[in-house]
């Protein structure tokens, strides 16, 4: 008998059955056109139509949705209630979660004061526009309701004045537009970023633009800037008054408006103290900035500077050194900082559905359109309402010739449907008519009664001719909306926020940042490292201390206010101010440019150029026998910018950089022996920085432009061989009597 295994046999366990989804896993080709078509098209549409872009009303649908719930809460005149029953409230309208209502609300609140006229009366912490870090409250902590100036956002908004729709899941209606009685757009600052393109419109003063809404409604071809100078801004920042930003912001929608901070000085305890900042930026960014900035050592002058914001508003209080005088010192930090900056505007509304990139006269032209649709819409509801009743009335003024006979009627007939049908028989009045008289309580059936509501027939009659008139003359529409302005004007107008400063006074102030003006000979070394030496110590120096290898490429005398321009290998230029390097002696190294200036890794300075207008030329020669004339005034900014790019082209190793104060003739010499003079009117002036030039001299094959330096008369014994009549040239080899001396050096 077979003997059994001692081992047990391993059991298998069921198979497991797994399920499939069809599709699931799969990668479907597409092309990238019916992708962008059919999935980022409609995205983008819903992010500009729905999301981002404010509407002629002013507001973007998450603002309007808030307000109208508001609105039917009953928030207009009644008390606050809890900012979460809000919040929840607008849920039914607004589906994309509870954090972005609450944060709507809080944007439009008077506590945030982003606003020149907030629509929320807020109580609570609803933090601060000026401040990163300042967080609001949770929507449980704290109340709202609508500010008193929404009334003129909803008036008249029952009476047909704007077209309703369906909500997200059709279970009420809300408007599409507000009937907004003045010109929100341009009241309240409104920004957004959609996909493509974005809004970013700044804040008006309220009886301004009522004034110049009026003004423009009798005159079109009103002169806006005459009643509304310049934009207003909430916080009190002053706004540098350019006359040509301002006509562009005016006339196209788009510029740029410098702000700038307003600061008083507490000569008792030696600080100052800022009140306001622009509106595009904060205090903690503000405070980091000159942290930083005394760090680096630019600015000396300050001991200490904190947040002392409170109750009573913005505060930053600098505490200055002794003996500092407080206007350079704010004109410098307006200089490095963001108390002074610029606000970018752009106009960018949805008009009927297609965003527009509008001026101010031209939004003030679109919104009075829509403001004229909005009252003829009122008066032809208020004008069918009166037609309604009136009717009614005659229906009820032909019963009070007979009273009894309308009771006897009533009376005598057997059926309750039948008695309006007998009512029209015996009066000969229609349904409506009918169903009114039928209506009417026992009590009223005195002829006090009805004589008392047909005595105003005569009244109605004249009330619906008036307003038949109305609506037949757009005159007189046009003069309704200019008395709702005035009215508007007068109620909820402030004085002015902003102060404006003009242009010339700020740039006067700018010139009072006084840099040290003094002779200084400046020296620039082949491995890079730089020194600015006064006369007087140059003098009592001795032998130039010069790294092993290293030589002086470039010595000039100049003054301590002149600008540095340091030309890389890798075609940048860096900026920098003479005042910005330490007087050093000639015992010493210098600065090495690469560290202090912070090059790119593996970046070299090849020339040095010294300027205080940006007059002159800059004369750049390539391998390939290119040379390009650029002139300096190319690399001039009006900002701080200390590094440009494309300084010039990367076409062709770069061989020399000239620097000419007038054209004059220059030598070039190539590989092969041969030398050129040219003379550098012959070449045209090139406005772009990153240009090739002209092909100046031709090399032989196998040769290659190596050198430019600037001819002195006398170099050679006859100039007229080396000169052409035509460009590009070979040149001539030199004749033995010039090739004897040393001509050229790399410079």
């Known amino acids: 008998m077979a003997k059994k295994s001692s ?20 990668v479907v080709e597409q092309p990238i056109v ?10 983008a549409m819903s992010v500009i139509l729905s999301r981002a872009i404010p509407e002629i009303d002013g507001f973007k649908p998450s603002h309007r949705k808030l307000l109208y719930m508001m609105y039917k809460m009953g928030l207009l005149n009644g008390g606050r209630t809890k900012s979460a029953n809000i919040v929840g409230a607008t849920m039914k309208l607004n589906p994309h979660g509870d954090y972005a209502i609450y944060d709507t609300m809080v944007r439009l609140s008077r506590g945030y004061e982003a606003l020149l006229h907030p629509y929320v009366d807020s109580k609570g912490n609803f933090g601060k526009f000026y401040s990163r870090d300042m967080a609001w409250a949770a929507s449980r ?48 600052a409104n920004t957004g970023i959609a996909v493509g393109m974005a809004s970013n419109i700044c804040s008006f003063n309220l009886r301004e633009i009522c004034e110049t809404t009026a003004a423009l409604i009798r005159d079109p071809d009103h002169d806006i800037k005459s009643t509304l100078p310049a934009p207003d801004f909430t916080g009190g920042c002053q706004i540098i008054y350019d006359e040509n930003v301002i006509n ?28 306001s900042i622009p509106a595009t930026t904060t205090c903690e960014v503000i405070i980091e900035k000159v942290i930083d900035l005394v760090k680096q050592g630019k600015v000396k002058e300050i001991s200490d500077i904190r947040d002392e914001t409170g109750i009573d508003g913005l505060k ?20 490095f900082t963001t108390l002074e900056d610029s606000y970018a505007c752009n106009f960018n509304v949805l008009i009927a559905g297609v965003p527009r990139v509008l001026g101010v006269k031209a939004l ?80 009223h059936l005195n002829r006090e009664y009805i004589l008392k509501r047909t005595k105003d027939l005569e009244d109605l009659e004249k009330e619906i001719a008036e307003l038949d008139e109305i609506l037949k003359s757009k005159a007189r529409i046009k003069t309704i909306i200019v008395k709702e302005l005035k009215s508007i004007a007068e109620k909820y107008g402030q004085p002015r926020k902003s102060i404006i400063i003009y242009d010339d006074v700020a740039r006067y102030e700018e010139e009072t940042v006084e840099i040290p003006d003094y002779p200084v000979n400046l020296f620039f070394t082949k491995e890079g490292y730089f020194k600015k030496i006064t006369p007087q110590s140059l003098r009592m120096s001795g032998e130039q201390k010069l790294k092993d290898g290293d030589e002086i490429i470039q010595e000039l005398e100049f003054t301590n206010n002149c600008d540095l321009l340091f030309f890389t290998d890798k075609c940048q230029v860096y900026k920098a101010k003479a005042d910005d390097f330490a007087q050093t002696k000639a ?28 007059k002159g030329m800059l004369l750049f020669a390539f391998e390939n026998g290119k040379a390009a004339k650029v002139p300096l005034e190319s690399y001039a900014t009006k900002t701080n910018r200390k590094k440009l790019t494309g300084a010039y082209s990367d076409k062709s190793p770069l061989v020399g950089l000239l620097y000419i104060p007038e054209d004059e003739e220059v030598l070039f010499k190539a590989s092969s022996g041969n030398m050129l003079l040219v003379h550098t009117g012959a070449l045209a002036l090139k406005t772009t920085r990153s240009t090739q030039g002209v092909a100046v001299l031709k090399p032989k094959k196998g040769h290659r432009l190596f050198s430019i330096e600037r001819y002195k008369d006398g170099t050679f014994t006859n100039p007229k061989r080396y000169r052409t009549g035509s460009l590009p040239a070979r040149g001539a080899l030199p004749v033995n009597d010039d090739s004897k001396d040393e001509q050229l050096s790399l410079i």
């Open 7 to 26: 081992k047990t046999p391993r059991r298998t366990s069921p198979s497991k059955t797994h399920g499939v989804i069809n599709g699931a896993g799969e």
């Open 34 to 43: 019916s992708t962008i078509r059919e999935n980022y098209m409609p995205y």
């Open 141 to 188: 902590y704290t109340e709202a309701k609508l500010d008193a100036i929404c009334n003129e956002l909803f008036r008249d908004i029952d009476k047909d004045t704007v077209d309703f729709v369906d909500n997200y899941d059709n279970t009420m209606k809300e408007p599409s537009l507000l009937p907004v009685a003045f010109p929100s757009v341009l009241v309240n």
């Open 248 to 275: 562009q912001v005016y006339e196209t929608g788009r510029g740029s408006i410098k702000l700038r901070a307003k600061y008083v000085y507490d000569k008792s305890a030696n600080c100052i103290d800022i009140l």
């Open 316 to 335: 930053i209080t600098i505490d200055l050194k002794r003996g500092i005088d407080a206007d350079k010192l704010m004109t410098k930090l307006y200089r």
């Open 364 to 443: 003030l032209e679109e919104w009075i359109a829509f403001r004229i649709e909005c009252v003829r819409r009122r008066t032809y509801f208020d004008r069918n309402k009166k037609a309604d009743k009136l009717h009614l009335l005659r229906g009820l003024e032909k019963i009070l010739l007979d009273i009894d006979k309308a009771v006897k009627i009533v009376r005598e007939t057997d059926e309750e449907s039948e008695v309006v049908p007998n009512l029209m028989i015996g009066f000969g009045i229609d349904e409506i008519q009918a169903e009114y008289v039928a209506e009417i309580k026992l009590r």
């Open 587 to 614: 015992s010493v190294l210098g600065d090495y440019v690469a560290a202090k200036l912070g090059f790119d890794e593996g970046e070299n300075a090849v020339k040095m150029v010294a300027t205080k207008d940006y």
